[in-house]
Structure formats: C-alpha cells, structure tokens
C-alpha cells in the first residue's frame, strides 16, 4: 500500500516511517509532486488535517494523510494551541515560538501541558480520523537536542527526560503523534488484510 503524508516536515516523515515499519509506502509531499505550501487556515486541529489531506486529494488524485499538531499549555489558556507552528510569526522559528512561549509563561508555577495531534485519512472517498493525546509539563529552560518544535522543554508525564531527549522509539512509544499514528496503523493493517 502506498500513501501520501501530507507534509513538508521531514522529521514527522521520518517518525511516521518509523512507527509504520515496512507495510506501508509513505510518500513524501516532494515524490508526488507537491511543492505548494498546504492550506492550514482552520481554528481547530481537526479542521487544518483535514483541509490539508483534502488539498492533496483534489489536486494530485492519492490516498493521504495530514496531520495537525498543537502544544496546549494550561496557564496560557489552551495557548499557542491550533497555532504552535507559527506562534511567533512568520517565517517560522522553533526557536523563536519556544522563546515566546517561555517569555509568557513567565515564572507561573502552573507548567502543565498537553501535545495533540488529529490525523485526517483519506482513501478513496472514506474519511477517517486518528486522535493522540501527551500530557505533560513546560520546563523553565531547554534540555536536549533531539525532536524538534517545542521538544526540548516539554516533559512528558511519568518521564525525567524532555522529548528532545528521548530517542525517537522511546518518543514513539509515548508521544502524541505516536498514538494517532498506532490508531492509523491499526486501521490500515486491517483494511489490507
């Protein structure tokens, strides 16, 4: 079976990879020709995942999937939330949105937090949606090096250790991603057999 993750990113490409083994083809945005930047205008995570599948639906004809992923962190109010990827602005800057996300947390001795991800899945003309939940705390200063995103100062519950300082199977095990990724897996390896 070949299908399409519906992003540029290739560190989630090389996670994805990881945690599927070698049942399933991924193709990356590049091997289908893909070189736009997708659609990510929705208030929800739901709603970009599913507006960026549907994109490479529409415009290239494969089976895809896309995910959205935000960082909630309770003193903030759910904050940046939908939109972690950009939270300082454009261009982009891990650095930059950790930086910020540090500044307004401040002192506050309420660090709890949780990393989301919605993966939408579409085949054919089905719709399906994966869901994966990481609780955890923001840490007042970087540790680690791996990971990417705001990796390095979150530590996930019942961890010592950021996801920035997890290998990535041991990140897998336990991250947000991982678990919508299990759910996509488990449903694919039905719907092959």
């Known amino acids: ?14 996670e994805v990879k990881a945690a599927l083994g070698n049942d399933v083809e991924i193709l990356s945005l590049e ?11 929705g208030d929800t995570l739901e709603h970009n995942a599913f507006q960026k599948a549907q994109y490479v639906k529409d415009h290239y004809g494969v089976d895809c999937f896309a995910d959205d992923t ?8 759910g904050e940046p939330g939908v939109y972690s990827g950009r939270y300082a602005g454009e261009p982009r800057s891990d650095e930059r949105n950790i930086d ?8 506050s001795s309420n660090r709890t937090a949780r990393f989301k991800t919605v993966i939408a899945l579409l ?14 705390e923001i840490l007042k200063e970087r540790i680690g090096s791996g990971g990417f995103g705001y990796d390095p100062i979150f530590k996930p519950d019942g961890f010592s250790k950021t996801f920035a300082e997890l290998n990535m199977e041991e990140k897998n095990a336990i991250s ?10 488990n449903f694919l390896n039905q ?3």
């Open 176 to 185: 947000h991603r991982g678990k919508a990724v299990r759910g996509l897996i």
């Open 100 to 107: 910020l996300l540090l500044k307004n947390l401040g002192a």
């Open 31 to 41: 091997e289908i020709g893909c070189h736009e930047e997708l659609p990510e205008t």
């Open 70 to 77: 935000g960082l909630e962190v309770d003193a903030l109010e």
């Open 1 to 14: 079976m070949k299908i399409c993750f519906a992003t540029n990113n290739q560190k989630k490409i090389e």
């Open 191 to 193: 719907t092959k057999s």
């Open 123 to 136: 085949i054919g003309d089905e719709k399906y949606k994966f869901e994966g939940i990481a609780e955890g």
